[in-house]
């Protein structure tokens, strides 16, 4: 039990970390409307602000406040710590720039800081996201004192003029692979992405 409880905390404090906000681990929401998150079929929709289809379980709801405009989820592995997958959309994603290229720069000296991972170069590829341009980054972290690496795919995408992405994470030990099978969950989420509405910024 003490052993779950590491692994649990563990794992919540690395999505704290790229999330920067207040997180449970909570079942999927209520088909409530005073919920954050209302089902719609197959779908969630958060606030009448955006839709997705959740990822299949065993992924878990990462459950945030209110004033939040995140949604994650994060999947432990039976190996234990610091085996496990994440995957979230964020309105605001570190950095300034409107230029992708510029952006992912200003976004990966931020990323995952508190865990001391050093970033290789990322491979970018552009994309088409919502209807328009977007930017694919794909690149490891290795953080060397407690010898764990993690994969990491962030797309870039815009909402108005203004940049939001999703990214997508798995922690491995050192001499693990990876298991990149969960990507193809995070995939599916970022395409049944739609927002449903203009956002705020949209509408000064």
Not at 56 to 68: K, M, N, T, V
Not at 87 to 106: C, M, N, V
């Amino acid at each position: 039990m003490n052993g779950l409880s590491v692994r649990l905390s563990a794992a919540l404090a690395a999505v704290l970390l790229f999330l920067g906000g207040c997180a449970l681990i909570q079942p999927p929401a209520a088909d409530d409307g005073r919920a954050t998150l209302v089902r719609d079929g197959e779908a969630l929709v958060w606030q009448d602000e955006y839709r997705f289809v959740p990822p299949p379980r065993p992924w878990q709801l990462i459950d945030l406040d209110e004033d939040d405009y995140s949604v994650g989820y994060m999947m432990l592995c039976d190996e234990g710590y610091p085996c496990q997958s994440t995957l979230a959309y964020a309105e605001e994603p570190f950095g300034y720039s409107l230029d992708f290229e510029t952006r992912q720069e200003e976004f990966f000296r931020r990323f995952l800081w508190a865990s001391r991972v050093n970033f290789a170069e990322p491979k970018l590829q552009p994309t088409e996201v919502f209807g328009k341009e977007g930017l694919i980054a794909v690149t490891e972290g290795i953080e060397p004192v407690l010898g764990h690496k993690v994969h990491a795919k962030v797309v870039f995408a815009r909402r108005g003029e203004r940049v939001v992405a999703f990214y997508f994470t798995q922690w491995r030990a050192a001499d693990a692979d990876y298991d990149l099978r969960d990507e193809q969950d995070f995939d599916r989420f970022v395409e049944s992405f739609e927002f449903l509405r203009p956002s705020f910024f949209e509408q000064l």
